[in-house]
């Protein structure tokens, strides 16, 4: 097999500049790197993955931890996240938490110290004080998303005017009879997602005078089948029955599109629906939502992971903290009350 050697010589270039241009590390320009991918490929020569790492101390692996698996969101993110590294010439490792409750520490205390990644992803964890220590002990950079987490660098969504954003949606509507399918306690963990939800949910409630009715919430597990039960308990009492509903989720606003239609009700005219996310399946449900983009907070995590690992000399500070975006996305599910 060539070696690094006679990729140069056809290249017409040094081996430091092979180097560089295989590896993605410094630079190089595009026609060096032209000449140095054509003459690879014409030798069948690769990089081994063994020799660059014991050069550089690299390994070219990052870690992801996320707590879920099987959600469309933590997947989205990966996916961002996994994409964006395999752009920058990153293989990624990943760590799902969903379990006994035993994986985070076999991560945090073992997994990620042995030194097989260069860097961490964390996905809606709260990182603890002792968990940070140990990766900054070991000079592996660290990136959080979902929420503030103190000296590490975090991309962070507020939950609260998320939701205020889609209850403010159905009270410009017109309706006051407005329910909310938020988190159960199991869920209220990292963040307090749930809760800063319904935070937001019954600050906007207030704000338009709107009397909080305890009567209108129901705690599902953020699932299209939990969504489902709490709706069929919201909407299939004989009388006030609530003439919208804010879901925390939207697998849990399309469980209640369906809970909604097997009780023989119409979306949007006896009951409109919103969720958070804009789910792969909004768009088919005609859900209303509010988008937060979780493929694009994969790809901000690794952006922010790149400018700590290959740092450029002239890049300027950066908040530890960088808000992420959001959208209200209006469909089908949501309309004016029926004022029959």
């Given at each position: ?19 560089r ?8 320009s ?5 000449k140095?991918?054509?003459?690879a ?7 081994s ?28 993110v990966?996916?961002g996240?996994?994409?964006?590294l ?14 006994d ?24 964890l ?54 909310h ?19 937001g ?18 705690p ?11 709706a069929?308990?919201?909407?299939g009492?004989?009388h ?32 409109s ?31 922010i ?36």
């Amino acid at each position: 097999m060539a070696g690094i050697e006679e990729v140069a010589k056809l290249a017409g270039v040094s081996t430091a500049t092979v180097s560089r241009a295989l590896s993605g590390r410094g630079h190089v320009s595009p026609a060096s790197k032209a000449k140095v991918v054509e003459a690879a490929a014409r030798l069948g020569y690769v990089v081994s993955s063994n020799a660059s790492s014991l050069a550089s101390g690299r390994t070219r692996n990052i870690g992801v931890v996320i707590p879920f698996l099987n959600r469309w969101f933590f997947l989205s993110v990966l996916e961002g996240a996994q994409q964006s590294l395999l752009r920058s010439g990153y293989d990624l490792t990943l760590y799902n938490l969903s379990g006994d409750g035993q994986e985070r520490s076999s991560v945090f205390e073992h997994f990620l110290l042995r030194q097989r990644v260069d860097a961490v992803i964390a996905v809606s964890l709260e990182l603890t004080e002792p968990e940070v220590a140990r990766l900054h002990d070991l000079g592996k950079p660290l990136v959080g998303v979902g929420g503030p987490i103190p000296g590490v660098r975090t991309l962070t969504i507020d939950d609260a005017a998320v939701a205020r954003l889609a209850t403010e949606h159905l009270i410009a509507l017109g309706h006051s009879r407005i329910a909310h399918i938020g988190g159960d306690l199991e869920f209220d963990l990292d963040f307090h997602l749930p809760t800063n939800r319904r935070i937001g949910y019954e600050g906007a409630l207030s704000d338009a005078g709107i009397e909080i009715d305890q009567r209108l919430f129901a705690p599902a597990d953020f699932t299209i089948r939990g969504g489902y039960h709490a709706a069929k308990q919201l909407l299939g009492v004989p009388h006030d029955r609530p003439t919208a509903i804010f879901a925390a989720s939207d697998e849990m606003a399309i469980g209640s599109i369906l809970a909604a239609r097997d009780l023989g009700l119409s979306v949007p005219r006896d009951v409109s629906i919103v969720g958070i996310d804009d789910h792969d399946l909004s768009d088919f449900f005609g859900l209303s939502t509010v988008a937060q983009f979780p493929r694009l907070q994969g790809e901000k995590a690794v952006e922010i992971l790149m400018e700590q690992l290959e740092p450029e000399a002239d890049a300027p500070a950066h908040a530890a903290a960088t808000p992420l975006p959001y959208e209200l996305r209006v469909r089908s599910s949501t309309a004016r009350p029926d004022e029959r």
